[in-house]
């Protein structure tokens, strides 16, 4: 049977218009596994070798952006745009690594944050003046912040707290808080911001 040019293309915009809706579909399935993932908690696993070469498993734990009500909401887009998941300590008792404080001047309203994307974590700090572009102090593979004692795996060990202007270190002339950068139990750092420059200063001096 032969078909008219008319019918010919109608069939054709439909087939074409089938396709469409089905790719459609299907980026709406994977946008819908995506946020689903980004709502749940999640946990990550692997092994690294000990003091001995004798490997050892580790797991870190990851919360999702649902656990941190208080994060603004311009800041959660853009964490929500990254994929963003807050890995816990093994300390950690409630949900930790999102930190509030006037972290770019006095009196602003400022959050800093453990970022994991894939086996990589970055240390974010948002100021309310510029949400959208967050700075990344620090940026490094996960397992380069797991902590071993002995011949066992503690886990992840890296921890973030706000410091008040008052326990600062007095040559710095502060006049706003900071951001202690913690190694659990082995080092600390100091990130301060100061004359649009980020200082960073060893804690363990």
């Known amino acids: 049977m032969y078909l008219a040019q008319g019918q010919r293309l109608r069939l054709t915009l439909t087939a074409a218009s089938r396709r469409v809706k089905s790719a459609a579909c299907l980026l709406l399935g994977l946008f819908a596994l995506t946020a689903r993932a980004q709502l749940a908690e999640q946990e990550q696993t692997g092994q ?58 006095p009196g602003s309203s400022d959050v800093a944050l453990l970022c994991t994307t894939g086996q990589t974590t970055s240390l974010l700090v948002f100021f309310a003046s510029n949400p959208s572009q967050p700075a990344t102090l620090v940026k490094s593979k996960n397992t380069d912040w797991l902590a071993i004692e002995g011949d066992r795996m503690r886990g992840f060990a890296w921890g973030l707290d706000p410091v008040a202007t008052a326990y600062l270190p007095r040559g710095l002339a502060a006049d706003h808080d900071g951001i202690s950068d913690s190694f659990i139990e082995h080092t600390a750092k100091l990130h301060y911001y100061s004359r649009d420059h980020w200082l960073t200063v060893d804690r363990n001096n």
Do not use: W
């Not at 004798?54 to 909401?73: K, M, N, V």
């Not at 964490?79 to 409630?94: D, F």
């Open 48 to 105: 690294m070798a000990g003091p001995d070469n004798t490997p050892l498993a580790y797991s870190i734990r990851l919360l999702p952006l649902a656990s941190f009500p208080d994060i603004p909401a311009p800041f959660l887009r853009v964490l929500s745009s990254r994929g963003c998941l807050i890995p816990q300590t093994y300390e950690a008792h409630q949900p930790e690594n999102v930190i509030h404080g006037s972290f770019e001047k």
